[in-house]
């Protein structure tokens, strides 16, 4: 997979590998600020297409093979 940039993760495309109550496909709906500006950024929120459903997560877990591929599959 591509190296994936905090930064640029807001409004990115995500396939869940193993979906879970027909939500398979997500939208990342808002990148969390740290606290302190100098501190590196760790979580964001993930939205569900199907149930609008939110969840955080760190974004290091998108780059999970295993659980997460990059796009609508």
Do not use: C, Y
Not at 29 to 36: G, N, T
């Amino acid at each position: 997979m591509n190296p994936l940039s905090p930064k640029k993760l807001l409004l990115s495309k995500w396939t869940a590998v193993k979906p879970v109550d027909k939500q398979k496909h997500f939208l990342v709906s808002r990148v969390i600020q740290p606290a302190l500006p100098d501190d590196p950024i760790e979580l964001v929120e993930i939205q569900s297409v199907f149930s609008n459903a939110t969840q955080i997560i760190a974004w290091r877990e998108l780059q999970n093979d295993s659980v997460w591929r990059q796009g609508w599959v």
